[in-house]
């Protein structure tokens, strides 16, 4: 029962996330799957007169991409209205992209895009769009569909805002225009999707085909459940016996107490086995797209070729950066503990860094590194309070040196930029800006903590108010609570200027380390007409374009970013090895001796007399 109790609150609950998860890969499967079948065969273009007479407006292309914001948010509120009407909408769904699949088989389309001649923002989003996405598989629209999927799962649903409802209309039509107005469909392409939508809703709502799904989805569920049971089963059994020839004294009780209590403050910061599981998953397919959207119709005999030419000796300082990298953060970490009387070994450090970037290699957003090394902090008996504010600061640092570098380019790198970036300008300017207003947010998170406090708790009201987060007292009050943190936050701030800076510079080094890996493989391959500064802001320029984004270590589009920007420094066919050879050490050898390094802190990890944290 408590089980259930605490599933209802979270933000998608345990039935919904597997349903959610197939949505995802049938999406992708159908939509790359039938692109790779259909590209040698005869397309059809199902353009009408009154098509030719809607205009370009490039502006439409925040709504055509935005929407995906859209789609997420409100897929996870319908999945919240119930089982049983999530199983429906799930299916419906489904069966919705196995039709498309059917129409992008039976009947491949296309269309002839507009040439674009405007220099404006929104003219280069649009082209960035049609660089991204062939135009095939156009009928039925799923921009379309989806959208339309997006409202009708919650017409008619009394516990969702009736002013939200409309929003999801109008927001819905507007994606439909976006269709037509960026020539990405045409009016038989959106009206399709629609119908579609309409078809298999009524379909689903109407018959008992969802409980077809809904067998497959519990079974798989239930499959998880059993797995995690049996991996936890030897660590309950030892439990079990220890609790059994324990005889617990007053020490004991105590440390029971005391032991319960971290428990709970790091409950909520050690994930359990089913979202490692969850995100292990989610890795998977983004790892697996990846690959697909990297070396389909490649060569990659001729790809390996070119990897084994290259001159082994400047691999070396390359790998060397990634560690310098991972040692950076570890400096500091060991730095401001040592400011706020608080010692540590500088090896145990390096291993907290590892955790991190481990976990955050893994997660969306980066969201599970802090968390985790927190987490294994604790354990090392450094309080959370501590440990959170450190991390703070990093993090505050960290987006501080990304904010400089995109500011620098684009106030003062006018040239470099036209020379190398009018491929990716959209995404560009769009990572600046979101790492600018990550920055004022924690600024006022900071500095501003009784406006921050009012902005959380009213966003917290507006998420309860539109039924996306359960309606629970007790979490306004530990959101409040939580707000103290960046009180200290301030203080440590306003009476430790010095140590900041040095933070600043180091932070600088350790993020250059990690650039510098381009380079050297630029080298390896023996390349030259390049300067290092132009490699190295370029593979900055990655990461400042990517580092907000809801992807696992920017997996998929960092690859695709490398490709545009350094299509004139990885000249004579070496664009696609160089890519793999630099993102390979950059971030899969940084994941792989990350993992190990954090695999071996969990199996070794212990209170010894050297090791707890002795105060000055």
């Given at each position: 029962?408590?089980?259930?109790?605490?599933?209802?609150?979270?933000l998608?609950?345990?039935?919904?996330i597997i349903?959610?998860?197939a949505?995802?890969?049938?999406n992708?499967?159908?939509?790359?799957?039938?692109e790779k079948?259909?590209?040698?065969?005869?397309?059809y273009?199902?353009?009408?007169?009154?098509?030719?007479?809607i205009?370009?407006?490039?502006v439409?292309?925040i709504?055509?991409?935005g929407?995906y914001l859209?789609w997420?948010?409100?897929?996870?509120?319908?999945?919240?209205?119930g089982?049983?009407?999530c199983?429906?909408?799930i299916?419906?769904?489904?069966?919705?992209?196995?039709?498309?699949?059917?129409?992008f088989?039976?009947?491949?389309?296309?269309?002839?895009?507009?040439?674009?001649a405007?220099?404006?923002v929104w003219?280069?989003?649009?082209?960035?769009?049609y660089?991204m996405?062939?135009?095939t598989?156009l009928?039925?629209s799923?921009?379309?569909?989806?959208?339309?999927?997006?409202?009708?799962?919650?017409?008619?649903r009394?516990?969702?805002?009736k002013?939200?409802?409309?929003?999801?209309?109008?927001?819905a039509?507007l994606?439909?225009?976006?269709t037509l107005?960026t020539?990405?469909?045409?009016?038989?392409?959106?009206?399709?999707?629609?119908?579609l939508?309409?078809?298999?809703?009524?379909?689903?709502?109407h018959t008992?085909?969802?409980?077809?799904?809904?067998r497959?989805?519990?079974?798989?569920l239930n499959?998880?459940?059993?797995f995690?049971?049996s991996v936890?089963g030897?660590?309950?059994?030892?439990?079990?016996?220890?609790e059994?020839l324990?005889?617990?004294?007053?020490?004991?009780?105590?440390?029971?107490?005391?032991?319960?209590e971290?428990q709970e403050?790091t409950?909520?910061?050690y994930?359990?086995?089913?979202?490692?599981i969850l995100n292990?998953?989610?890795?998977a397919?983004?790892f697996?797209?990846?690959?697909y959207s990297?070396f389909r119709?490649?060569?990659?005999?001729?790809?390996?070729?070119?990897?084994?030419r290259?001159?082994p000796w400047?691999?070396?300082p390359?790998?060397?950066?990634v560690i310098v990298?991972?040692?950076?953060?570890?400096?500091?970490i060991h730095?401001?503990?040592?400011?706020?009387?608080?010692y540590?070994?500088k090896?145990?450090c390096?291993?907290?860094?590892c955790?991190?970037?481990?976990f955050?290699?893994?997660t969306?957003?980066?969201?599970?590194g802090?968390?985790?090394?927190?987490y294994y902090?604790r354990?090392?008996k450094?309080?959370?309070?501590v440990?959170?504010?450190?991390?703070?600061?990093v993090t505050?640092?960290y987006?501080?040196?990304?904010?400089?570098?995109?500011?620098?380019v684009?106030?003062?790198?006018?040239g470099f930029v036209?020379?190398y970036?009018?491929?990716?300008?959209?995404i560009?300017?769009?990572?600046?800006?979101?790492?600018?207003?990550?920055?004022?947010?924690m600024?006022?998170?900071?500095?501003?903590?009784?406006?921050a406090?009012w902005?959380?708790?009213k966003g917290l009201?507006?998420?309860?108010?539109?039924h996306?987060?359960?309606?629970?007292?007790e979490?306004g009050?530990?959101?409040?609570?939580?707000m103290?943190?960046?009180?200290a936050t301030?203080?440590?701030?306003g009476?430790?200027?010095?140590?900041?800076f040095h933070?600043m510079?180091?932070?600088?080094?350790?993020r250059?380390?990690?650039?510098f890996?381009t380079?050297?493989?630029?080298l390896a391959?023996g390349?030259?007409?390049?300067?290092m500064y132009?490699?190295?802001?370029?593979?900055?320029?990655?990461?400042?374009s990517?580092?907000?984004?809801p992807l696992?270590?920017g997996m998929?589009i960092?690859?695709?970013?490398?490709l545009i920007i350094f299509?004139?420094?990885?000249?004579?066919?070496l664009?696609l090895?160089?890519?793999?050879?630099?993102?390979g050490?950059?971030?899969?050898v940084?994941?792989?001796?990350?993992?190990v390094?954090?695999?071996?802190?969990?199996?070794?990890?212990?209170?010894t007399?050297?090791?707890?944290?002795c105060?000055?």
């Amino acid at each position: 029962m408590e089980r259930r109790k605490r599933a209802a609150g979270n933000l998608i609950p345990v039935y919904a996330i597997i349903p959610l998860l197939a949505c995802v890969v049938v999406n992708f499967g159908v939509y790359i799957g039938t692109e790779k079948m259909t590209e040698t065969w005869r397309h059809y273009d199902l353009t009408l007169s009154i098509d030719r007479m809607i205009p370009v407006i490039p502006v439409f292309t925040i709504i055509y991409l935005g929407c995906y914001l859209f789609w997420i948010a409100n897929y996870i509120l319908i999945a919240r209205q119930g089982r049983e009407h999530c199983m429906r909408f799930i299916t419906a769904d489904i069966l919705s992209r196995i039709v498309c699949a059917v129409f992008f088989l039976v009947l491949p389309t296309t269309n002839v895009r507009p040439a674009l001649a405007g220099t404006d923002v929104w003219t280069r989003m649009l082209d960035f769009v049609y660089q991204m996405d062939a135009p095939t598989r156009l009928f039925p629209s799923i921009h379309c569909l989806v959208s339309w999927f997006c409202y009708i799962g919650i017409r008619g649903r009394k516990n969702v805002p009736k002013a939200y409802r409309w929003f999801s209309c109008v927001f819905a039509l507007l994606v439909c225009i976006s269709t037509l107005v960026t020539k990405q469909h045409y009016l038989v392409d959106t009206f399709g999707g629609v119908f579609l939508a309409e078809a298999m809703y009524y379909l689903a709502n109407h018959t008992g085909v969802y409980r077809y799904f809904e067998r497959v989805f519990d079974g798989i569920l239930n499959g998880i459940q059993k797995f995690s049971e049996s991996v936890s089963g030897v660590a309950k059994k030892r439990a079990q016996e220890k609790e059994r020839l324990t005889v617990p004294g007053e020490l004991e009780v105590a440390d029971a107490v005391s032991s319960r209590e971290e428990q709970e403050e790091t409950a909520n910061r050690y994930p359990d086995r089913k979202k490692r599981i969850l995100n292990a998953v989610f890795l998977a397919i983004v790892f697996v797209l990846t690959l697909y959207s990297v070396f389909r119709g490649e060569d990659l005999r001729g790809v390996l070729r070119a990897i084994t030419r290259v001159n082994p000796w400047y691999l070396l300082p390359a790998v060397a950066g990634v560690i310098v990298f991972i040692w950076g953060e570890s400096i500091i970490i060991h730095y401001m503990l040592g400011t706020l009387d608080i010692y540590t070994r500088k090896w145990t450090c390096f291993q907290y860094s590892c955790v991190g970037f481990f976990f955050s290699a893994i997660t969306p957003s980066a969201s599970g590194g802090q968390p985790m090394q927190i987490y294994y902090m604790r354990k090392k008996k450094i309080p959370v309070p501590v440990a959170t504010l450190v991390l703070m600061i990093v993090t505050i640092t960290y987006k501080m040196v990304l904010v400089f570098i995109g500011l620098f380019v684009v106030l003062f790198q006018r040239g470099f930029v036209h020379r190398y970036l009018e491929g990716i300008l959209p995404i560009f300017y769009l990572g600046v800006g979101l790492n600018v207003a990550c920055c004022i947010s924690m600024s006022v998170l900071v500095f501003h903590s009784s406006l921050a406090k009012w902005i959380m708790l009213k966003g917290l009201a507006l998420l309860e108010h539109f039924h996306i987060l359960k309606k629970k007292p007790e979490r306004g009050r530990r959101l409040a609570a939580s707000m103290d943190q960046y009180n200290a936050t301030a203080a440590y701030l306003g009476s430790h200027g010095r140590v900041i800076f040095h933070v600043m510079l180091i932070t600088f080094f350790q993020r250059f380390a990690l650039f510098f890996v381009t380079w050297f493989v630029y080298l390896a391959f023996g390349l030259h007409g390049t300067s290092m500064y132009d490699v190295v802001m370029l593979q900055a320029i990655v990461s400042v374009s990517v580092d907000m984004l809801p992807l696992p270590g920017g997996m998929g589009i960092s690859e695709n970013l490398f490709l545009i920007i350094f299509r004139t420094v990885f000249a004579g066919g070496l664009l696609l090895p160089g890519m793999v050879l630099s993102r390979g050490i950059a971030y899969y050898v940084q994941l792989l001796f990350s993992a190990v390094m954090t695999a071996f802190l969990h199996l070794t990890i212990k209170e010894t007399a050297d090791e707890r944290c002795c105060r000055r």
